[in-house]
């Protein structure tokens, strides 16, 4: 018997549409957030995350920016503090070039916060004028929300030479929470200025960092620093305070003359940031930033 060409052709019409019909796996979900196991792998992490930042920035990516950022965090510059929606306003303004790499990366963690300090040059402008092309300090502070990492609070000590005076926030906040803020930095304060070191050294939590004049620096740091200082009692004002799950962040301008050995920080109001961790008593400080510096 005669064979129709059409009895080889269709079997391997068949296959194909076997084939073409078949169900696509699901890509793999994306792998949730976790914390390394050593200090070097948290320190790589803090290095991904600060440097993948930046590149989200200086790629002009809004929403990029924008997820990597908790709903209730604040950032601080020479400029004043900002909620999120000024943030994004901010690093827009600042018309940021791809910067060099973080180098002396620092990374604790304390809870659930990962604590960050670098230093990183970036060239940015303000008003048509360019920001020194040194590397400066920068903290972070980040959590795990949602599977993925994302920042409650970042403050950048790049700045002009002179400082100029600080802006008030663009944004309101809720009073009572500013108002809960304010007490408890004024308390916190308050003990370094009248060096009640028993007080001072119990609010500060194991693996805090501070950003300031002098660099990054660490709880030890800073506890000899308040040992040492001659402090002017503290004037806030202009206090903005959020929540980022268990944290408390506090912005504020701060007035606060300071003698440290041969540096003298003048009694004219600078941003200041202050992260608590817990709540009451038992808040601890976590991270700050204080922009003030000599003149």
């Known amino acids: 018997m005669k064979l129709s060409s059409l009895s080889f052709i269709a079997p391997f019409v068949l296959a194909a549409q076997i084939f073409a019909q078949a169900p696509v796996a699901p890509a793999a979900p994306a792998t949730a957030a976790a914390w390394p196991t050593d200090q070097a792998g948290l320190t790589t992490l803090a290095s991904t995350l600060i440097n993948g930042w930046f590149a989200k920035i200086a790629a002009n990516d809004p929403a990029g920016i924008s997820q990597s950022m908790q709903p209730n965090m604040q950032l601080i510059d020479f400029q004043g503090s900002a909620d999120l929606t000024q ?161 408390t962040i506090v912005t504020c301008n701060l007035t606060m003359g300071q003698s440290i050995a041969f540096n003298t920080l003048p009694a004219d109001p600078a941003p200041f940031l202050a992260v608590f961790q817990g709540s009451g008593d038992s808040a601890k400080v976590i991270a700050i930033a204080n922009t003030n510096k000599p003149k």
């Open 87 to 247: 943030s994004l306003v901010k690093i827009k303004a600042l018309a940021s070039k791809s910067p060099s790499k973080a180098t002396d990366v620092i990374a604790t963690r304390v809870g659930d916060a990962l604590v960050t300090t670098c230093l990183l040059a970036v060239n940015q402008s303000v008003d048509g004028k360019n920001l020194p092309s040194s590397a400066a300090p920068r903290i972070g502070v980040w959590q795990i929300v949602n599977g993925s990492w994302q920042m409650a609070a970042w403050g950048s000590l790049h700045m002009p030479e002179v400082r100029p005076a600080p802006s008030a926030p663009a944004f309101v906040g809720d009073a009572a929470l500013n108002a809960e803020g304010s007490a408890m930095l004024t308390k916190f304060l308050a003990a370094q200025q009248t060096k009640n070191m028993t007080a001072f050294d119990a609010m500060l939590a194991d693996g805090m960092q501070v950003v300031n004049f002098k660099g990054q620096k660490v709880r030890a740091d800073m506890v000899k620093g308040a040992s040492m200082a001659k402090t002017q009692p503290p004037v806030i004002a202009d206090a903005r305070t959020t929540r980022c799950g268990d944290l």
